[in-house]
């Protein structure tokens, strides 16, 4: 008769295979399970008294989620503790079930503090990714969190990384409505002529975004490298661009830089039958 391994209970701590000569107290190791049931920020309050007395205890534990100290110290923000724990030696890079590692937590959690703390004196991979392929600065983005992106950029942060889904930062930005980033984004040297898996550009989201879409925005693309020939399908329709379509130079300067003619007349996408494909794509690409 076999018997079956019993799985360990939610907000049991599991031993890292890679630490066992780095130790934390017990207290530690209590208050990160009562930490797991409860969820409460309050309770590793006193965690940072603790840590620094490797007496007991495997500083590098994890909870039946992947998750470790140094994880539920940059959630919830707990300054101190995660600085006792990386003197600990607390892996920086440890990773959950999702992939997300304390640097995301952290950014997640908009404490700029830790990712400081995280980066400068623990080391952590500042272009990490989670299963989903998102970076801390993809999350920062996500999150709205300017100076935190303005850190991780200066800190080294790459602006070019793809998530699953193809998106970069300056991607995520625009299509988000991120105005104060993407405008931060778009005076770095990123990638400006990427695109999404859906063939999506960055000037596609920027004219149909509520928050940035703006004759002034599309000077500005004007003044970069932009590549505006990969819009020129969706620009061909006769209801594109309807921000700037009251400025006929300027609108006429894009379709130019897209390879098009002014539309004094239907213009050849539409006389071929294509505009209702181009339409049919545009609505599935903003859905």
Known sequence: MHLKKKSPAPGMIKKSQSSHNLRATPSVLANFRKLKRTESSNSIASMGSTVNCPASGDVNARDTYGRSLL???ARY???DTAKELLKSGC??????ETGKTPLHEAVEKGSLEIVKILIK?????VNVRTRRGQTPMMIAVTMGHLEIVKTLHKLGASLNCRDQEGRTSVLLAVNLGRDDIFKYLLEQPCNINAVDNDGNSVFYFAMHSEKIASPEMAKKFLKTDYDFKKDAEWL??????TCIREDQKLFH????KAGLKYPNKK???LERGKAKLVRTVSRLSLT
């Open 71 to 73: 994880s539920y110290a």
């Open 77 to 79: 923000e707990q300054i």
């Open 91 to 96: 892996n920086p890079n440890a990773a959950d």
């Open 121 to 125: 004196d623990g080391g952590a991979d």
């Open 236 to 241: 061909a329709l006769e209801n594109s661009c």
């Open 253 to 256: 300067k894009i379709l130019e």
């Open 267 to 269: 213009i050849s996408f």
